[in-house]
């Protein structure tokens, strides 16, 4: 089945000139299996690609659940040379998290379960 990151993480990102500049933090470590093997340098150069002329550099940092991701020429040479609206790293942050991942619905039903509690969406 197909999952938006946005069920398995979320995202905190910057910009500095043209590269832009993600953490992908998974709310567990089921999660976080799911999306060190998923989210690859490769898959978010394809999923940006109509932005993204430059390269992905992707860390993983299983310390802290997460992946780091580089997108290096994401930003038309840098936020205030572009003529694209809102931009810049923040709103690619929720870009990246509507970027869809192959699991199935036994890695899914695992990964969600510790979150099925308090504010979480049902």
């Not at 990151?5 to 992908?24: Q, Y």
């Not at 991942?101 to 990964?111: C, D, H, Q, R, T």
Request: proline share 4%.
């Amino acid at each position: 089945m197909k999952v938006q990151l946005v069920k398995l993480a979320h995202a905190r990102s910057g910009d500095k000139a043209d590269w832009v500049d993600f953490g992908l933090f998974a709310w567990n470590e089921a999660g976080y299996r799911l999306i060190e093997r998923e989210v690859t340098a490769g898959r978010v150069q394809a999923h940006f690609a109509p932005w993204l002329p430059g390269q992905v550099t992707c860390w993983r940092l299983p310390n802290i659940l997460a992946l780091k991701l580089v997108l290096q020429g994401a930003l038309q040479g840098g936020g205030a040379r572009n003529l694209r609206m809102d931009n810049l790293g923040k709103s690619m942050a929720a870009a990246l998290l509507r970027m869809e991942i192959e699991v199935s619905p036994e890695e899914f039903a695992e990964a969600v379960a510790a979150l099925r509690v308090g504010w979480w969406p049902g």
